[in-house]
């Protein structure tokens, strides 16, 4: 059985370059691949690199879904479905909010855990009885998560490959995430299970995508111990909760940590509060940003803007306060209804949705109206504070104290960000893969 599965095309966001789209490969459809490879002759496609090849009639497709690239998954399985090829959609919308999605559609929705779904899916399918939906059990342990197919990368298509995952979800239930939905289940991976992973991809730097590093605080320090011989550096995604671990962050330290990003959202608590994220305030950010900086560990910082509380005031005092922080790189989002969430449901019911084109769902357009300011407004303070906090005066005030940081925060801000587009024309030049090793190697000298 042939089987061919798909990363549709996204949309950039006004900050974003061929940098952005062509990061890492999808881990998803590697783990899928990996389950099915020795039942099937498997094929990936990532429409963001290369157009899709329509001439092809598999036996089954595969799409891969999150909410903004819906409606291109739909166009991509209405052509395959007019060829007689059965369609499967996927992925972490799919889990979410698979009561949204049209019927039509697709001629199946996987949901949940890939590991409990694909091996039926692929049976049902070559005896012609595939089900309209295929819902996964509970995983019993960590042992049953599959590593993705790593060696089906074309390394050259991308700046980072060396992307790893160490959990599935988060525990926590913050109103505007996914993880809100209730479908989700937090579970850490077999240790040696991931100490494989990083064996296979062969390269001393290893990006950790969870969406909460550190869910299990428990877990994350035998893994960390784990890796001490390794000499890695590492980066990760964590919360607010660090901050009461010292020991840990000094741990995470002496096994080469270099950033982690961590999701702020916002310095009001006002705004923190409307969307239930209470495990944030201000007084602690700045108390977890020292002690990170003290360790030479570099802060990503997310924000979300247009939440409950927020003015236009909200953009200058974040920008000031980034500054006198000297957070050094940053991420930025206008909020966004993800149907299947708490954030989408209490939208709905006062009726403050206003745009439903789902391809607008991807952080960077206002489809919510705002209580604080205008949908005017906020437009254009998500615009500005980009624009300012990757100017290159502000760059220059954001300067990280400690020296062996400046490397990696120069080749992000100005490589990355402030001249993004010059640098992808260069990847085009030189591929994706020796740039991203040329960073490597900068960032080495942390």
């Known amino acids: 059985m042939k089987v061919k599965l798909i990363q549709p095309r996204m949309l ?4 974003d370059t061929d940098l952005k789209i062509r990061m890492s490969p999808h881990l998803g459809l590697l783990t899928v691949a990996n389950i099915i490879r020795y039942e099937c002759e498997v094929t990936i496609e990532n429409e963001n690199i290369r157009a899709i090849d329509f001439d092809d009639v598999p036996d089954l497709v595969g799409i891969a879904v999150t909410v903004d690239i819906l409606p291109r998954a ?9 060829k007689g090829v059965k369609v499967i959609a996927g992925g972490i919308h799919i889990t979410t909010a698979s009561n949204t999605i049209p019927k039509e559609a697709f001629d199946s929705l996987c949901i949940g855990f890939a590991e409990n779904t694909w091996p039926q899916i692929i049976e049902d399918a070559k005896h012609g009885r595939l089900q309209s939906q295929y819902v996964s059990a509970p995983l019993e342990s960590g042992d049953d998560i599959a590593s993705p197919a790593y060696d089906l990368i074309d390394k050259t298509d991308y700046l980072w490959y060396n992307v790893v995952s160490t959990s599935r979800s988060c525990p926590h239930r913050c109103d505007f995430c996914y993880n809100s939905s209730g479908t989700h289940q937090y579970i850490n991976r077999n240790i040696e299970d991931v100490l494989e992973d990083i064996k296979k991809l062969g390269t001393k730097h290893i990006m950790f995508i969870d969406d909460n590093f550190i869910g299990n605080i428990s877990w994350t320090k035998q893994f960390l111990e784990r890796i001490k011989p390794l000499k890695l550096n590492w980066n990760a995604a964590v919360t607010m909760k660090i901050g009461q671990h010292p020991e840990l962050m000094d741990l995470m330290k002496e096994t080469g940590c270099q950033s982690l990003f961590i ?12 969307v239930h994220k209470m495990q944030n305030n201000r007084e602690e950010f700045e108390r977890l940003i020292n002690e990170l900086h003290k360790r030479g560990i570099m802060v990503n910082a997310s924000f979300v803007f247009g939440l409950d509380g927020d003015t236009p005031e909200t953009f200058k005092n974040t920008l000031n306060w980034i500054i006198s922080q000297k957070i050094d790189t940053i991420t930025s989002h206008i909020v966004t209804p993800y149907p299947g969430t708490e954030f989408y449901k209490r939208m709905e019911e006062q009726n403050r949705i206003f745009d439903y084109d789902l391809s607008k769902y991807n952080t960077s357009h206002v489809v919510v109206s705002p209580l604080g300011m205008s949908k005017e407004e906020l437009e254009k303070g998500y615009l500005w504070i980009y624009k300012e906090l990757y100017s290159i005066k502000n760059i220059f005030r954001r300067m990280p104290k400690t020296m062996g940081t400046i490397p990696a925060y120069l080749t992000f801000n100005f490589f990355y960000r402030r001249f993004g587009h010059f640098t992808a024309k260069v990847c085009n030049l030189l591929t994706y893969k020796r740039i991203g090793l040329f960073a490597e190697k900068l960032s080495r000298y942390m």
Not at 264 to 272: A, G, T, V
């Open 12 to 15: 950039k966001r006004p900050m």
């Open 74 to 82: 739909i166009e991509i399985a209405s052509i395959y479905k007019e």
């Open 263 to 274: 999701g702020f959202e916002s310095i009001s608590s006002q705004s923190l509060s409307s």
